[in-house]
């Protein structure tokens, strides 16, 4: 029988870095997510993985920006008030159904199993690092602006990364 995993959000976060201008890249992270685990075992091989991300809870630290990113030129958080993951093998990488902005794309992330421990309370831990990369024009957020001197504003290239801490349900 597989055992269920929570996520502890205040364990975990989940981030994202763009190109700006092409000169640097900006960070962001989502405030608002779920996530859960099924596992047969404390390997966590080919384990279920599933989790729900709010669009509206986008935060790079300026206020215009993240209205921008939430309004229909990038996610529409109101026609799309998730991003969602799903996968069934969790291994040194995870591959699964990324649903941004109502496309759904196959996506592959490296994963690093950090171990698992037992917090003063008596609750089982587990810990996860991943990174990856995803092209926001697959999920159809091709806003842009052309440079003067050459390029873009905003990059094609996302790079997305998590770390993510469970509890043993």
Not at 25 to 54: L, P, R
Not at 75 to 99: H, K, M, Q, W, Y
Request: no cysteine.
């Amino acid at each position: 029988m597989a055992t269920k995993w929570n996520l502890d959000p205040t364990h975990s976060e989940i981030t994202f870095r763009v190109k700006h201008l092409m000169i640097s890249n900006v960070k962001g992270q989502f405030k608002n997510f779920t996530a859960e685990i099924e596992a047969e075992d404390d390997t966590f091989k080919n384990a279920k993985t599933t989790a729900t991300i709010h669009t509206d809870s986008i935060d790079t630290n300026n206020a215009d920006r993240d209205a921008h990113l939430k309004g229909e030129e990038f996610f529409n958080a109101a026609a799309n008030p998730t991003i969602t993951f799903e996968s069934d093998a969790l291994n040194e990488e995870i591959t699964g159904n990324l649903t941004v902005n109502g496309v759904t794309k196959p996506v592959k992330l490296e994963v690093d199993f950090g171990g698992i421990n037992v917090d003063p309370w008596g609750n089982t831990k587990a810990g996860f690092s991943f990174e990856g990369k995803i092209k926001r024009s697959d999920f159809g957020l091709n806003w842009n602006a052309a440079l003067e001197a050459g390029g873009v504003m905003v990059s094609d290239e996302v790079k997305i990364a998590g770390e993510l801490q469970f509890v043993k349900a």
